[in-house]
């Protein structure tokens, strides 16, 4: 078995991989999966100048003829068993796409080996300094996970933050991947990062170089047979807020349990009257009470459900995405002006 090799320099150098800038030239890293994520880790390092192989058992042929064009190399074969190719390219970094669980035999001998595994979310998080905002500082992350709604809410949030006068976009799973937004040369402020349950499982410990830090992030709802403790992963390093669903025990249990920034909150979201900290539903008026001034004994109005009928917005889970997708945007500072003309400006 060919071993990566992973001294102290080699694992030093790997923890100073946090910045498009630095110097990835040469690392040797092994891509499972060649669908549209895994070929967006691939033209992103073979952009950086890292020797890269990828290797798929039914790589889609438009994509496979693009990758010896950008400079990498495409292996075809089985994948219940460590490649020969994989043995013998002895990878410093594995980047898996989601459909690889973390007990998947190749990345069990990635680790045997000491290459390190990394999920696509960890390389457009070390590498998201390509496009800077005009402070200098890279786009902030707002991340969103769940059983359902994920997509729209993305979305609602993004617009909202557009509205508001931001530069943002929607990612991530099921969409845009998160590496072709990092990389968008017109750059954003922020992106709202929709992670599904295997790229959570992928995501750094807390306190990794490679660990994502959200300003805000959501579990929208944990379904009975999903993987609680990924979903739950969302919420890592959050600073500003971490919203939940105030009906849903579980992703209340997440937020408790979450290792976040010191000073994050968490918001509860629901379609009831909401309480101090949350978002909810009051005589047909969706409710502000988490980032008004005094909590205790005011809200603020961020729209009626008559006006999100009129947008087609008005079923229960819609509002709910709504009320979500604005906790997100104020966290992340929008005005409730900038979310109200960001809902006028929605189009499912």
Not at 63 to 74: M, N, S, W
Not at 230 to 242: I, K, M, P
Not at 322 to 348: K, N, S
Request: aromatic share 4%; hydrophobic share 50%.
């Amino acid at each position: 078995m060919a071993l990566a090799d992973m001294s102290g320099d080699a694992t030093a150098r790997l923890d100073g991989l946090t910045s498009w800038h630095a110097d990835w030239t040469g690392l040797r890293v092994l891509v499972l999966g060649l669908d549209p994520v895994g070929f967006s880790v691939v033209d992103t390092l073979a952009e950086l100048g890292s020797d890269v192989l990828v290797i798929d058992d039914a790589a889609p042929e438009d994509l496979a003829r693009l990758v010896p064009v950008i400079g990498a190399r495409l292996e075809s074969g089985p994948l219940d068993a460590v490649p020969d190719a994989a043995n013998q390219f002895a990878p410093e970094v594995v980047v898996a796409t989601d459909a690889f669980a973390p007990s998947h035999p190749i990345l069990a001998w990635a680790e045997q080996t000491g290459a390190a595994v990394w999920g696509d979310a960890e390389l457009a998080w070390r590498v998201r300094d390509k496009v800077a905002r005009e402070t200098g500082e890279p786009a902030e992350w707002l991340v969103v996970s769940g059983s359902a709604g994920k997509s729209t809410t993305i979305a609602l949030t993004a617009t909202m933050l557009v509205a508001d006068g931001r530069r943002a976009a929607p990612c991530g799973a099921g969409g845009v991947p998160i590496l072709d937004a990092v990389r968008d040369p017109q750059g954003f402020d922020a992106l709202v990062v929709e992670l599904s349950e295997g790229q959570l499982r992928h995501l750094a410990a807390a306190g990794a170089p490679g660990a994502p830090v959200p300003r805000a992030s959501a579990c929208l709802g944990a379904a009975d047979d999903a993987d609680h403790s990924a979903l739950g992963l969302v919420y890592r390093n959050s600073v500003t807020a971490c919203v939940y669903n105030r009906t849903d025990a579980a992703t209340m249990r997440m937020v408790e349990e979450a290792d976040v920034t010191e000073g994050a909150r968490a918001i509860g979201v629901g379609l009831d009257t909401p309480g101090p900290s949350d978002v909810g539903v009051v005589d047909g008026i969706l409710a502000d009470r988490a980032f008004v001034e005094n909590r205790r004994t005011s809200a603020a109005e961020i729209a009626t459900i008559e006006q999100l009928a009129e947008r087609g917005l008005a079923e229960p889970h819609l509002v709910f995405d709504v009320l979500a997708a604005a906790a997100l945007a104020r966290a992340a500072g929008a005005e409730l002006a900038g979310v109200a003309r960001g809902i006028d400006a929605f189009r499912r």
